[in-house]
């Protein structure tokens, strides 16, 4: 025996907000998984400590004033 289901108006609002939260977890976890390997990597993290001390020593243009002067 087939048993038949609808869906009121509430049943389809709680779906659809369901899958927004689904969505926006599984983007949340991606952005998770990258952190992880960017943190995993011990090049990478020295890279991002030199480029902090570049910034903090003023070794570092704005790129609006590098492209203004490859514009010349």
């Known amino acids: 025996m087939t048993k038949v ?5 509430n ?6 907000e ?6 926006e977890v599984t983007r949340l976890m991606e952005e998770l998984m990258e952190t992880v ?4 990597d011990p090049e990478m993290m020295k890279s991002i400590r030199e ?3 570049d ?3 003023g070794r570092v243009k704005e790129l ?4 203004k002067e490859e514009a010349r």
Request: net charge neutral.
């Open 5 to 9: 289901v609808y869906l009121d108006e």
């Open 55 to 57: 910034i903090k020593a």
């Open 64 to 67: 609006r004033s590098l492209l």
């Open 37 to 40: 390997e960017i943190l995993s």
């Open 18 to 23: 369901t899958k927004q939260k689904l969505d």
């Open 11 to 16: 049943d389809r609002k709680l779906i659809l």
């Open 51 to 53: 480029g902090l001390e």
